[in-house]
């Protein structure tokens, strides 16, 4: 008896030993506590909004910086951003894109972002490459140590028109010439064959169509911002 009291005993201990292991965590990040990383956002109605979707909250950059935080990254974002707007077309407020990253971009920033735009067809390219250059020389100028991302303008078919090949190869051409990094959404597809994501008007996100932008952007903008060891 004594012998099977002690091999119970045992038994017992052995699975308080097992049970007692910790089990592996996934990392939390207290943000509160971390750098703010500043990031500039320049864009069209893609960015801004409009009543079809992707106003307040329901915006791409909104729901970006949640997901990079919860990745530990603290932004602290400027995003100016305007219906019809481009680098060579001014939007419903008299804007181009130069004149917006002169109200976004700070000389702290470590990124800025430039977002479209389809607003551009039309547009001379020689005209529209000099409009781009100044835009991006312009970033540099006010955040001379900040990170450039120029992501061209997505279509939501397969089937794009020339006009905005043009715009997509001028901004190439200039991102490469200013040392920024350079993202086609026409090349990855962005919107093709998801109607459910572009409104009636068939241009503009719904709100669902921006948080796929924000699930395609913040890994994008994620892989330019400085990270914590």
Known sequence: MSRLCTFVLSVALFLGLVLQVPQARVPSYDTASAPAVRVAVVGDSYTNGTAIGGQGPNAWPVRAW?????????????VAAEGRAG???????????????????????????????????????????????????LAHAIAPDAKLLVIGPPWPTANVPPS????????????????????DPIAAGWFVDRPDLIGRDGVHPTNAGHVYMADKIAPLIGAQLPRRV
Do not use: W
């Open 66 to 78: 949640k997901t990079l935080n919860r990745q530990g990254l603290n932004v602290v974002a400027d």
């Open 87 to 137: 680098y060579g077309v001014r939007g419903d407020q008299g804007n181009l894109f130069g004149d917006l990253t002169a109200r976004a971009v700070k000389p702290d920033d470590v990124l800025v972002v430039f977002y479209g735009s389809r607003n551009d067809q039309g547009v001379d390219p020689v005209t529209l490459g000099g409009e781009i250059g100044g835009a991006l020389a």
């Open 164 to 183: 905005i090949y043009s715009i997509r190869d001028v901004l190439s051409a200039q991102a490469l010439l200013a040392g920024a990094t350079f993202f």
